[in-house]
């Protein structure tokens, strides 16, 4: 069983950034894709970013050249590092892990075994 817990969010202003983090328990950490989810009111969860156990990133296009995914595998934890903050970047983020089955990250939210409880993330304009 793997638990997930996220931290980070908050309220910024539009341009501003926020660093969530994710810390995983267990000892597969370093054998899983981690994703970064979010939902919006009223809206499907979507992938916003995603590594792999080889490193290897996917980013949704809206978000690509403002955020950026990483992983320490000493400390069990993923980051999302966003920059340049819009209003519709404003969501809960969740964040996702499963045993990673190839070098590319995957990117359904339906292939992601364990979820955490979710950080809201708000910008304001």
Not at 22 to 49: H, I, N, Y
Not at 105 to 112: G, I, K, S
């Amino acid at each position: 069983q793997v638990q997930l817990v996220e931290s980070g969010g908050g309220l910024v202003q539009t341009g501003g950034s926020l660093r969530l983090s994710c810390a995983a328990s267990g000892r597969t950490f370093s054998r899983a894709d981690m994703g970064w989810f979010r939902q919006a009111p009223g809206k499907e969860r979507e992938l916003v970013a995603a590594i792999s156990s080889g490193y290897s990133t996917y980013y949704r296009d809206s978000v690509k050249g403002r955020f950026t995914i990483s992983r320490d595998n000493a400390k069990n934890t993923v980051y999302l590092q966003m920059n340049s903050l819009k209003p519709e970047d404003t969501a809960v983020y969740y964040c996702a892990a499963t045993q990673s089955t190839a070098y590319n990250p995957q990117v359904r939210a339906t292939d992601y075994d364990y979820w955490g409880q979710g950080t809201q993330v708000t910008v304001s304009s």
